[in-house]
């Protein structure tokens, strides 16, 4: 409101002051959304994995030991065979060979791949060489589940690590028994990928949620049209598509693209008891509780003891004392709680597991 003096009255600024203040943080934070292809995937657009065995040569002494690895001298007396040089089964089992190495290949075929398309292959040591550095990879069959073969590998084996030995010592930076080509096999043969079975095309979301399904099919139907999509349950969602398969290639492409508000998932805590790692998500939050946690150890003294005076064992716990650990709201709250108590992280996975059968800790736990 403007005064007869023309100023603006102290009352309306005040207030227009108050509301830019709390529109302010709303103006740097965009509204988050995700596309539908974030979430879910076609039904039946899948990769297959592939599989096969194979020797690398051309190593420098760091092969297999053929006289421990059976399967090596075997595979290379194959091998030969195929190239016209037969050996008996006593002289192939004297063949000591330690520049090849005997090895397991595994590669993924990408949906709608076709022949002639190359894709990476991963090679991988089975026997005891000690580097498949500088090696390369005879032609190799790679075949799918079925034991049909798919394709066709063949190259040289890219090594990330390095290593060096001298007399007894030996350095090793990264891993030297595995190892990838990239392009290094070929495709021979197509899988039928369809997309869609009697004019309707299926997508599957990636966790079971059923406000998710809806708030997809609410996307899909505001876009195209009201009917086009429908769930079928907490993971699957039906959209009608074209017959045609050039209109039904762009129709799934806008599909793909369509941005959804995701629905926040369960509050969840992921622990691995094996590297002690804890991950938990935004929505977790704790109760108030109180919280004891000491280490027990045990000390064993005198390397050497006597049977007359046997070794002196002492029973040592610290003394912590019962810490009071506040509500948290928030996911920052939670970590500044259980920082709090000053525990590492493989004592704070037996800490969580006790507050989650106290009640005090609302999230889902789980140990992988």
């Known amino acids: 409101m403007i005064g007869n003096d023309g100023k603006c009255s102290g009352k309306w600024y005040r207030q227009a002051a108050i509301v830019a203040a709390l529109l ?12 539908v292809k974030d979430l879910a995937s ?16 051309g190593l420098d002494n760091t092969g297999d030991q053929t006289t ?19 050996l008996s089964a006593d002289q ?11 090895v397991m290949l595994t590669a993924s075929l990408p949906p709608f791949a076709r022949p002639g398309q190359e894709i990476d292959v991963t090679v991988s040591s089975m026997g005891n060489a000690k580097s498949l550095r500088g090696g390369t990879l005879l032609m190799t069959q790679l075949k799918g589940a079925d034991g049909q073969v798919y394709a066709v590998a063949q190259g040289n084996v890219l090594v990330g690590g390095v290593g060096a030995t001298s007399g007894n010592s030996r350095v090793t930076v990264n891993h030297l028994a595995a190892g990838r080509i990239p392009g290094g096999a070929t495709v021979e043969r197509a899988v039928a990928t369809p997309v869609g079975q009697g004019g309707y095309v299926y997508y599957e979301l990636g966790e079971t949620d059923f406000g998710n399904a809806q708030a997809v099919v609410e996307a899909i139907n505001q876009a195209v049209g009201q009917g086009t999509a429908q769930a079928l349950d907490g993971r699957r969602v039906a959209v009608r598509a074209p017959d045609d398969p050039g209109a039904r290639v ?24 094996r590297t002690g790692s804890v991950v938990m998500n935004q929505r977790v939050t ?6 004891a946690h000491g280490n027990l150890s045990v ?16 029973v040592r716990q610290e003394g912590n004392s019962l810490i ?19 525990a590492n992280p493989l004592d704070l996975l037996a800490i969580l597991q006790a507050m989650k059968s106290a009640g005090a800790l609302r999230a889902d736990l789980e140990v992988i």
């Open 68 to 86: 421990q690895t059976p399967f090596t001298t075997q595979a290379i007396g194959n091998m030969l065979s195929q190239m016209g040089v037969n």
């Open 250 to 273: 762009a129709f799934l492409g806008r599909i793909d693209n369509l941005e959804i508000h995701r629905v926040a998932g369960i509050a969840k805590v992921v622990i691995n008891p």
């Open 286 to 291: 704790i109760e108030p509780c109180s919280v």
């Open 92 to 102: 192939a089992q004297r063949l000591q060979l330690r520049n090849v190495a005997a």
């Open 299 to 314: 000390v064993v003294e005198g390397a050497q003891p006597l049977i007359a005076q046997p070794a002196g064992i002492e």
């Open 24 to 35: 302010l943080p709303l103006c740097g934070q965009p509204v988050l959304a995700e596309r």
């Open 324 to 342: 009071a650990v506040k509500a948290g709201a928030n996911l920052a709250d939670v970590v500044k709680a259980l920082n709090a108590l000053g």
């Open 42 to 57: 076609v039904q039946g657009v899948r990769q297959n994995q592939l599989i096969g065995y194979g020797l690398v040569v």
